[in-house]
C-alpha cells in the first residue's frame, strides 16, 4: 500500500522551531538559488486565479522531469477582521514518472518562509553588502519572517516600522526584539524610511497605492536603496509610486506573471526588467559590485563569489516580486528532504486494488465485509445485530476478521484499537 507523508501546521511549526526559523531562511535562500541556477530547465507558467469581490484563490503548478508540484494559496484582504487569515495555502509534490503524490503539506508557514527567502536572495544580489537598516511598510503576518530573511542574508540589525494598524506595528515590535532587533516604531511611512538601506513594502489591501513615494526614496532613504517590493501580488493592486520603477533597476521572477500582477501593471509593455534568475546565473548584472552565485544547479550560494566590480552605492534597485510557483516548487523539495520522520503523519490517497483495471473491487470487497452504513442513524441496528447484553450471533467474528482485512487493504488497520480508545474516553466522560 502507497500512503504519502503529510506534515501539518504544529509538525511545521516544530520543525521550525527545532532548526531555527532564521537558519531555514538561510537554508532556503541557498536551495532556491540552485533551483534558480536551471531556470530554464524548469516548466513555468503564471498562476491560475480565480478573482472574486473577497479575494482571490490560485493554483501554481511547476515541474521538472522528475518531480511535479503545484501549491493551493488564497488571498483574502479582509479575512482578518472576520477573524481568519488573510493567506492560507498547502501543496503537493508528485512523481512525474507516474503521477503518484509522494508529499503533502501546509504551505502558510512554508509560504512566508519561502517569500523571505525569496527576498533574501534578490536583496543579497541587489543590496549594498553593507546594508544594516530595514524599513518595513506593512508588519502584518509576513513582517517577522522578512525581518529574518535580511538578517539572514545582509545582517539586518535595525528595523523602522510602520503600519496602519497599531496592534499590527507593537506585534511586529514585541517579537523582533524579542528575536534580537533594534525596533523603531515609526509615525508614518516617511518617519520609517528615513535612513533606510532596504525598504519592504508588504501591504494587504488589493488596491492601486502608493505606500511608498519617490521622494521618500530620494530624499529620505539611504543613497543606493534597494526596495523589495512584495505587497503588489494580484491585477489591480500596487504600492510603488512608478517614479521610483522608472528611476531604477527593476527585477521581477516571471516577466509574464509580473505584467499583470506587481508593480510592472503601472508601466509600458516595453518597460525593461530583469528576471532574477539570470543575476543568478551571471547572464545579466543586478547591482554593480555585488557578486553572483555560480553558474550551474546544486553549486552553493556564497554571496560575493564571481568577478568583482566597482560597487555602485548611489543606484536603486528594485525587486518586484509577486511570488512564483517555482519558490513553492524548492521549498517544498527542501522540506521533503529536512523534515524528521517523527513529524510526518501517512495518509493513504492512492486507490490500489490488486488489479490495477479493477478499481470497483474496493467497493465489492466493502459490501462483501458488511461495511457499515455511514448515514444509519446512531444506535439503528443492523440485520442480525444483537442487542446489548445479547450473546453474540453466529458469524460475528468473522465479520469482525473481514473488516479487518478490509481496513488494512484500505490503510485503516488500527481503527479497533481507536475505537476502543474512544470508548474508554466516553467512558471516563460518563
Same mark, same amino acid.
Given at each position: 500500500?502507497?500512503?504519502?507523508?503529510?506534515?501539518?501546521?504544529?509538525?511545521?511549526?516544530?520543525?521550525?522551531?527545532?532548526?531555527?526559523?532564521?537558519?531555514?531562511?538561510?537554508?532556503?535562500?541557498?536551495?532556491?538559488?540552485?533551483?534558480?541556477?536551471?531556470?530554464?530547465?524548469?516548466?513555468?507558467?503564471?498562476?491560475?486565479?480565480?478573482?472574486?469581490?473577497?479575494?482571490?484563490?490560485?493554483?501554481?503548478?511547476?515541474?521538472?522531469?522528475?518531480?511535479?508540484?503545484?501549491?493551493?494559496?488564497?488571498?483574502?484582504?479582509?479575512?482578518?477582521?472576520?477573524?481568519?487569515?488573510?493567506?492560507?495555502?498547502?501543496?503537493?509534490?508528485?512523481?512525474?514518472?507516474?503521477?503518484?503524490?509522494?508529499?503533502?503539506?501546509?504551505?502558510?508557514?512554508?509560504?512566508?518562509?519561502?517569500?523571505?527567502?525569496?527576498?533574501?536572495?534578490?536583496?543579497?544580489?541587489?543590496?549594498?553588502?553593507?546594508?544594516?537598516?530595514?524599513?518595513?511598510?506593512?508588519?502584518?503576518?509576513?513582517?517577522?519572517?522578512?525581518?529574518?530573511?535580511?538578517?539572514?542574508?545582509?545582517?539586518?540589525?535595525?528595523?523602522?516600522?510602520?503600519?496602519?494598524?497599531?496592534?499590527?506595528?507593537?506585534?511586529?515590535?514585541?517579537?523582533?526584539?524579542?528575536?534580537?532587533?533594534?525596533?523603531?516604531?515609526?509615525?508614518?511611512?516617511?518617519?520609517?524610511?528615513?535612513?533606510?538601506?532596504?525598504?519592504?513594502?508588504?501591504?494587504?489591501?488589493?488596491?492601486?497605492?502608493?505606500?511608498?513615494?519617490?521622494?521618500?526614496?530620494?530624499?529620505?532613504?539611504?543613497?543606493?536603496?534597494?526596495?523589495?517590493?512584495?505587497?503588489?501580488?494580484?491585477?489591480?493592486?500596487?504600492?510603488?509610486?512608478?517614479?521610483?520603477?522608472?528611476?531604477?533597476?527593476?527585477?521581477?521572477?516571471?516577466?509574464?506573471?509580473?505584467?499583470?500582477?506587481?508593480?510592472?501593471?503601472?508601466?509600458?509593455?516595453?518597460?525593461?526588467?530583469?528576471?532574477?534568475?539570470?543575476?543568478?546565473?551571471?547572464?545579466?548584472?543586478?547591482?554593480?559590485?555585488?557578486?553572483?552565485?555560480?553558474?550551474?544547479?546544486?553549486?552553493?550560494?556564497?554571496?560575493?563569489?564571481?568577478?568583482?566590480?566597482?560597487?555602485?552605492?548611489?543606484?536603486?534597485?528594485?525587486?518586484?516580486?509577486?511570488?512564483?510557483?517555482?519558490?513553492?516548487?524548492?521549498?517544498?523539495?527542501?522540506?521533503?528532504?529536512?523534515?524528521?520522520?517523527?513529524?510526518?503523519?501517512?495518509?493513504?490517497?492512492?486507490?490500489?486494488?490488486?488489479?490495477?483495471?479493477?478499481?470497483?473491487?474496493?467497493?465489492?470487497?466493502?459490501?462483501?465485509?458488511?461495511?457499515?452504513?455511514? &448515514? /444509519? #442513524? %446512531? +444506535? $439503528? =441496528? @443492523? *440485520?442480525? &445485530? /444483537? #442487542? %446489548? +447484553? $445479547? =450473546? @453474540? *450471533?453466529?458469524?460475528? #467474528?468473522?465479520?469482525?476478521? @473481514?473488516?479487518?482485512?478490509?481496513?488494512?487493504?484500505?490503510?485503516?488497520?488500527?481503527?479497533?484499537?481507536?475505537?476502543?480508545?474512544?470508548?474508554?474516553?466516553?467512558?471516563?466522560?460518563?
Amino acid at each position: 500500500m502507497t500512503t504519502v507523508p503529510f506534515l501539518d501546521v504544529a509538525a511545521t511549526a516544530r520543525w521550525v522551531a527545532r532548526r531555527g526559523p532564521q537558519a531555514v531562511i538561510a537554508r532556503l535562500i541557498d536551495a532556491l538559488a540552485a533551483d534558480f541556477a536551471r531556470w530554464p530547465e524548469l516548466d513555468k507558467r503564471a498562476r491560475i486565479a480565480s478573482h472574486s469581490r473577497d479575494g482571490v484563490i490560485e493554483l501554481m503548478p511547476t515541474s521538472d522531469d522528475t518531480t511535479y508540484g503545484f501549491k493551493f494559496v488564497n488571498g483574502h484582504p479582509r479575512n482578518p477582521a472576520r477573524g481568519y487569515q488573510t493567506v492560507t495555502a498547502f501543496g503537493v509534490l508528485a512523481d512525474v514518472r507516474n503521477g503518484y503524490p509522494t508529499f503533502l503539506a501546509e504551505m502558510t508557514l512554508l509560504t512566508a518562509l519561502r517569500t523571505a527567502a525569496t527576498s533574501g536572495l534578490a536583496a543579497r544580489l541587489l543590496a549594498r553588502p553593507d546594508s544594516r537598516t530595514l524599513a518595513l511598510l506593512g508588519t502584518g503576518s509576513q513582517s517577522e519572517f522578512q525581518a529574518l530573511g535580511m538578517r539572514a542574508a545582509l545582517g539586518i540589525t535595525r528595523l523602522r516600522a510602520w503600519d496602519t494598524d497599531p496592534g499590527a506595528l507593537a506585534k511586529l515590535a514585541r517579537n523582533a526584539r524579542a528575536l534580537g532587533f533594534e525596533v523603531h516604531e515609526a509615525s508614518s511611512a516617511a518617519d520609517a524610511v528615513t535612513g533606510a538601506d532596504v525598504i519592504t513594502t508588504c501591504t494587504a489591501d488589493k488596491t492601486n497605492a502608493t505606500v511608498l513615494t519617490q521622494e521618500m526614496v530620494q530624499a529620505l532613504a539611504h543613497p543606493g536603496v534597494h526596495v523589495n517590493a512584495i505587497g503588489g501580488d494580484c491585477p489591480g493592486k500596487t504600492e510603488l509610486d512608478p517614479r521610483i520603477l522608472a528611476g531604477a533597476d527593476v527585477f521581477v521572477e516571471y516577466e509574464p506573471q509580473t505584467r499583470v500582477e506587481g508593480e510592472l501593471q503601472q508601466m509600458p509593455e516595453a518597460f525593461g526588467v530583469t528576471e532574477l534568475w539570470e543575476v543568478v546565473t551571471g547572464r545579466r548584472p543586478g547591482r554593480r559590485g555585488v557578486g553572483r552565485t555560480p553558474a550551474g544547479a546544486g553549486a552553493p550560494f556564497e554571496r560575493g563569489v564571481g568577478e568583482r566590480a566597482a560597487l555602485d552605492a548611489t543606484g536603486v534597485t528594485v525587486f518586484d516580486s509577486v511570488g512564483f510557483a517555482v519558490e513553492d516548487w524548492a521549498t517544498l523539495r527542501f522540506v521533503h528532504d529536512d523534515v524528521p520522520a517523527d513529524l510526518l503523519r501517512h495518509l493513504d490517497l492512492v486507490a490500489e486494488p490488486d488489479d490495477p483495471k479493477d478499481l470497483f473491487s474496493l467497493v465489492r470487497a466493502a459490501d462483501e465485509a458488511g461495511a457499515p452504513d455511514p &448515514d /444509519a #442513524a %446512531p +444506535g $439503528d =441496528a @443492523a *440485520p442480525g &445485530d /444483537a #442487542a %446489548p +447484553g $445479547d =450473546a @453474540a *450471533p453466529a458469524g460475528r #467474528a468473522d465479520d469482525a476478521s @473481514a473488516r479487518r482485512a478490509l481496513d488494512r487493504l484500505m490503510g485503516l488497520a488500527g481503527r479497533d484499537g481507536r475505537d476502543t480508545l474512544l470508548a474508554g474516553t466516553a467512558a471516563r466522560r460518563g
